[in-house]
């Protein structure tokens, strides 16, 4: 499909850059919704063919059709937690008084919309478990509004709080809450709508308009503030971050006493993570001087780095997140990339290692300093989520909430495997697949990457993966460097100038999953999603002969001005900016997918987006195909895929999870003739 040019050059520090869809950017432009259609209208028919499309979305409805609890949260007596049972667009809110109590719903967002497109994205509950504070988003948008609903009355405040996006609610007592928001769009120009974060304070049973500022730092109007209240609610603490840079800061004041902030910590020097207090000797999660995390003691009378006290020194594993309970400490270690949980006491001894399933990932840790029992939920390749409860007075380990299984985990296996990259360095990778299989070559592969902003790629169960393994499919997931999986010094390896070291580490997976008779060439697929969507573009248009299908799910493609889109900003930390940096424009532009495509043969190929992705916006996805399909000189489909009232993906119903999900597997079953 030919799409219309436009004569657009940009200079780049003295290299004159092309961008002849920059008119693809605007998805409000009728012209551009015309190419969508005419675009999904293409894919559409491509999808059309395969017989077994409607099976595979029955059997995709049946695989996603089991209840699954979220991470529970206690307040007072009661216990909060969200439950899915199995088909419903979004999850429901429920609440128990006390852990064998009857469970009640509290709020049911599929009541909302009848299309399950108005989400509930977080929420926040004070100590009495008087009020629910919770955000609501439309349409997949990162936009949130903050509403309040009287738990004893059953009914809800009028209170409605804008601007919002990424916000916490730290309660005070059940006075009110702390907040952070942004400019109230038309009150600064449009570039810094996601600029010029603030802290509020909101009283119960007043207006947003009545809020009070509590910070600001306009001078530093890419910091972004994230609030929280101690357990003993004396202090106020405000974790500063610059963009997506994990070496935030910390301010802090006594509430009640202080009027202005003590800055404990500056953004930009190390990764602090509040964990609890003493009175004044708080606790930090802390990669400073300890690539691998460590904890310690900060008397706030004596602050300086040389008064520190460390309590857990920096271990083999790398630390993938802590919690203060119980006077100690439950540490949620990454040990080759999957989950290790131990429990330490306020010296640092180790108590206990918690003994999970299998080799999996724990996926959110709840606790309190001020309470005697955590919950956790683990789940692995071939095992969905379940939550488990630990009790420190008793040392029982019991399960909360368990799924009921759709398939049958006995047939497949796991493993891993460590192999070299381009450089030499060596990469772990897990494979799935059924028992007995045959290393001939012979059978499909999707292999899985992310490999960035220090976020770790660890064993989690999927049931479009289980699809594929039931297809005789094998499942590769690398812990390509950019992520958190071995450290700090490993997620460096792996951004800004180094971001290319991600690619040779996908690329080096590939050949091996090749030479070693998993696959073949042609049979091999690679997916990838947002920072992985960047990963397998990348790749694709360096070494298109590699691979022989493509998954490039809303991806970042421009790398010289993804900048100026809503919050892409905040990823300039963790790849740089072309626009302002003379080197950072050297290495960009050398591996921007955008800018790398040449006219070759290319294999199948689907992009996938969505119109009201407000994080990576679709612009990326929509210049990124039209440029494929000009330069595709085989005949391979490249396609384009739209889904429509949905955004980056958090939030989206199941049934548009599971059409979407249906559509990529039915490209699939026919490119590969599966």
Known sequence: MQTRKVDVVENFHGTWV??????????????VRE????QNERTEEFLKTPERRPAIKERLAELWDYPRTFLPRKAGSWYFYEHNSGLQNQPVLYRKNGLDGEAEVVLDPNRWSEDGTVAMSGFSVDEGARYLSYTVSVHGSDRQEIRIRDLEKGVELPDVIKWCRFTNMAWFKDLGFYYSRYPQPGTVAPEDENNFNQVYWHSLGTTQEEDVLVFEMPEQKELSFSPSISCD???????????TDDCNGVFYRRLGHDREFVRLFEPGEAAYHYLGNEGRTFFFATNWQAPRGRIVAVDLDKPGKEHWVEILPEQKDAIEDVRCVDGGFVVYFLHNAYAVLRTYDRQGRELKELELPAMGS???????PNQKEVFFVFTSFLHPEAVYHYDFETGDLRIFAEPKLTFRPEEFETHQVFYPSKDGTQVSMFLVHKKGLKLDGRSPALLYGYGGFNIAITPFFSPVRMWWLEQGGVYAVANLRGGSEYGEEWHQAGMLANKQNVFDDFMAAAEWLVANGYTSRERLVIEGRSNGGLLVSAVLVQRPELFGAVVCVVPVTDMLRFHRFTVGRYWVPEYGDAETNPEHFQFLYKYSPLH??????????????????DRVVPGHAYKFAATLQEAQKGKAPVLLRVDTKSGHGHGKPTAKIVEEQSDICAFLVKVLGI
């Open 18 to 31: 092309a961008d002849p869809y920059r008119w693809l950017e605007n998805s409000r432009d009728p012209e």
């Open 362 to 368: 724990i996926q959110g840790l709840w606790g309190r």
């Open 35 to 38: 190419w969508v259609d005419r």
């Open 233 to 243: 609610q004396q202090y106020l603490i405000l974790h500063a971050f610059r963009g």
């Open 596 to 613: 790398n495509v040449k006219p070759a043969e290319y294999p199948p190929t689907i992009v996938v987006t969505a119109d009201g992705d």
